[in-house]
């Protein structure tokens, strides 16, 4: 478990990378073998893969055993961030909505956290009700009060939350109903014309 890794896919080779000083290890370990999910960078695979160095990376991490159920090392598996996040970039929806992925621990996932940057943690907020029914809650961060959706993944256990300011939720049915006055008024002028005669 102390030996050296070994890359397939973007980087094919051997890792002079100890997986006991890597940052993963602990948490992942102490899971014994049930996964450990990371989002980081890794300057190694972005230059030999001539990507951003910037960019970032989500990774699976699990250790894996002999027949005899004594650890021998661990596999990691490692996607493009904003591919595994796509759609929670850029959602398709009608509405301006904010979406965070936490995983289980509470831990955030989406949107990264970047240095310096400061998010409303409604991990910490979901805890105290059941939020499956989009209660409103207050963002102190953007200061607004916001509708706010969670439900967690069958697939991965994510707890994916969901939320848009409470000003903004309605504001597409009125855009669409803005007409409906102005219609009105028009025909009862139309009317009013029609009956003068």
């Excluded at 904003?82 to 904010?98: C, G, I, L, M, R």
């Excluded at 805890?127 to 967690?152: F, K, L, M, W």
């Amino acid at each position: 478990m102390d030996g050296k890794g070994y890359g397939v896919g973007n980087y094919t080779g051997e890792l002079n990378i100890a997986p006991s000083t890597q940052p993963w290890y602990l948490p992942a370990k102490t899971l014994n073998g049930h996964r450990y999910l990371s989002a980081s960078q890794n300057y190694l695979l972005s230059r030999k893969s001539e990507t951003d160095t910037e960019r970032i990376y989500f990774s699976l991490y699990r250790m894996y055993f002999d027949n005899f159920h004594n650890p021998i090392g661990f596999v990691e598996v490692m996607k493009y961030y904003d591919t595994v996040f796509e759609t929670a970039q850029s959602p398709k929806s009608n509405y301006n909505v904010n979406i965070s992925v936490y995983d289980q621990s509470g831990n955030q996932l989406f949107p990264a956290a970047k240095e310096g940057a400061n998010f409303f943690n409604y991990y910490d907020v979901l805890e105290s009700g059941d939020y499956s029914r989009g209660d409103p809650i207050y963002n102190t961060v953007r200061r607004q009060q916001e509708y706010v959706y969670a439900t967690i993944s069958d697939y991965s256990d994510f707890v994916i939350v969901t939320s848009i300011r409470h000003s903004d939720f309605f504001l597409p049915i009125i855009n669409n109903l803005l007409w409906i006055p102005s219609l009105a008024l028009l025909l009862f002028c139309i009317c009013y014309l029609i009956a003068k005669k």
